[in-house]
């Protein structure tokens, strides 16, 4: 009885020793299922991972396969289509000899030649050495692709269509009521730069990219085109007025600054230091003299083959039944009856818009808006004028008491080039529109401006008194200050409105406009912030209304 608590209490602790193993063990076991089920699970969600990158894989490849045959599938359309443009082609040069009495009999030796065309083996060998003997005469009435502008954008979409889209169009043909290069695209500055000063820039987001893209695009360029005239600037700067009431602190900062510039300051302008605070720039910026730009783009295209050049002043464009495609481009002369004459247009052979300032005209020739407006501004050309070391330079001046802006170019060649001369003519889309419209031979300087910017040179030292040339060009504005860049519906594409920065800007433009014809699905920027349609509002269709052509003079 003694022992009686002990084992009572002994057993109790068995009983909870036997408990704790007990649970201990359900424990393990209930791990141990949660193990495998966890397993379990994982090996589903592998399962159906595996089932899934299969099916991706299986439904990839098809799309591929579908791509492909679809590719086949239009390059054959597009061969079978080429055939039988390439015969209607031959069927109007034959009929255009008869209705002008122009037998071409080195062309057409007999009836037998038609007949031959009706054989299909035989036709693509025929057919192709007529063409290209003939080039010529067919280009004025079997081009596949139109240009209406020899500028740069026109020598530019003209480019990379015969060189980064080969084949996207058999034919191509520039049309310019001048020449090639005949306005702003042969006479401005051509300052490019990836990063423009504040003022002049606008340095919006819809417009960084235009300029990133476009500085890029210039130095390709320059190395393909191996351009004479393309330089890097190494001295980028601004030059803000002195202010003569600076205290003395800022007047000693000043000083600082100005010693740690003087090196960059031209010996040609002595005068500058003391009356302008010169501020170095960032970004990477070149100049490049825009005539043989433009003519270098346009002579490649030419070389190709596959592309001319003619002169031709469009007089209007006539739409096809539908109101959704041009099937005809007017012309007011023929260069060889002197009389107006009509180019016809297929309604899958795209016309292109690159008339700079006049691209407002298709305001009145498809009834859609295009508020472009023309800045017509002077330039001052000075040859030999600056030191080897000095090539490279551009200054960018604040407002003067002549009231210029100006901006100093130092050229490859070692020219001066000075712009900025102040008070540009704008001329309105009424007047761009109207009968006595203005043309690039049309745009004479104001020789009030060039003294002005001449008296402005002189008086930060510059000796020279006169210009070797005056010259004036226009430049395209849109009033967002957006170029204006895409297909404007159908077969009807417009590229324009560069302004300040045509030059920059023309060649990234002529590419978008090649790869929204080659339909390739990957244009070098973003088209949104430039589509056309975005004039096309109530509010412009309105003013399309209010603004009739005049034929009052400017």
């Not at 193993?21 to 994982?42: G, H, P, T, V």
């Not at 990133?212 to 007025?241: G, I, W």
Request: net charge negative.
């Amino acid at each position: 009885m003694v022992f009686s608590p002990v084992i009572c209490a002994f057993n109790i602790a068995q009983g909870l020793l036997v408990s704790g193993i007990c649970a201990c063990y359900e424990s393990l076991e209930e791990e141990k299922r949660m193990k495998q089920q966890e397993e379990l699970i994982r090996e589903s969600i592998r399962r159906e991972l595996d089932r899934s990158r299969k099916m991706e894989r299986d439904r990839s490849t098809e799309r591929r396969n579908k791509r492909k045959r679809e590719d086949d599938s239009e390059i054959f359309e597009s061969c079978l289509r080429a055939e039988r443009r390439r015969k209607l082609m031959v069927q109007k040069m034959v009929s255009r000899s008869v209705v002008h009495d122009e037998p071409h009999d080195d062309l057409i030796q007999s009836n037998s030649l038609l007949d031959c065309l009706d054989d299909e083996e035989e036709s693509s060998s025929l057919e192709t050495a007529i063409l290209w003997d003939h080039w010529d005469l067919l280009s004025y009435f079997a081009a596949m692709v139109v240009i209406i502008g020899a500028g740069i954008v026109g020598a530019a979409t003209a480019y990379y269509l015969t060189t980064d889209h080969r084949g996207a169009s058999s034919f191509i043909t520039v049309f310019d009521a001048v020449g090639p290069a005949s306005g702003s695209s042969g006479k401005a500055g051509a300052f490019v730069t990836n990063r423009p000063p504040l003022k002049r820039g606008i340095y919006t987001n819809k417009r960084q990219p235009l300029f990133e893209a476009s500085y890029d695009l210039h130095q390709q360029l320059a190395r393909d085109l191996k351009l004479q005239s393309f330089c890097p600037v190494q001295n980028y700067q601004t030059m803000k007025k002195v202010d003569q009431k600076k205290t003395s602190g800022a007047c000693e900062r000043r000083r600082e600054h100005q010693e740690s510039t003087d090196s960059k300051i031209p010996s040609w302008l002595p005068g500058l230091r003391a009356q302008y605070d010169c501020e170095s720039l960032s970004g990477d910026s070149a100049l490049v003299d825009p005539a043989e730009l433009t003519s270098s783009l346009l002579n490649v295209a030419l070389s190709e083959g596959n592309c001319c050049c003619k002169q031709g002043t469009v007089s209007g464009l006539e739409l096809d039944s539908s109101g959704r495609s041009v099937s005809e481009i007017n012309f007011d002369f023929d260069p060889k009856s002197g009389s107006p004459h009509t180019h016809p247009v297929e309604q899958d052979e795209p016309v292109v818009i690159a008339l700079g300032a006049w691209s407002c005209r298709l305001e009145d020739w498809i009834g859609v808006p295009t508020p472009i407006e023309g800045v017509i501004s002077t330039s001052l050309l000075y040859h030999d004028s600056i030191p080897t070391t000095d090539i490279g330079t551009a200054f960018f001046f604040d407002d003067d008491f002549n009231g210029c802006h100006l901006e100093v170019f130092g050229r490859q060649d070692r020219s001066l080039y000075v712009s900025g001369c102040g008070e540009s003519q704008v001329i309105g889309t009424e007047s761009l529109r109207s009968a006595e419209r203005p043309s690039p031979q049309k745009c004479p300087p104001d020789l009030t401006r060039a003294a002005a910017a001449a008296s402005s040179l002189q008086s930060i030292g510059f000796c020279r008194v006169e210009a070797d040339a005056i010259k004036a060009c226009m430049r395209p504005m849109s009033p967002d200050g957006v170029p204006i860049v895409g297909k404007v519906f159908g077969n009807v594409y417009i590229a324009t409105g560069g302004g300040p920065w045509g030059i920059t800007w023309g060649p990234l433009m002529g590419k978008t406009l090649a790869s929204l014809i080659a339909d390739d699905g990957n244009p070098p920027i973003r088209l949104g912030p430039l589509k056309p349609d975005r004039f096309d509002t109530l509010l412009y269709r309105q003013l399309l209304k209010s603004r009739a052509p005049t034929t009052d003079g400017i």
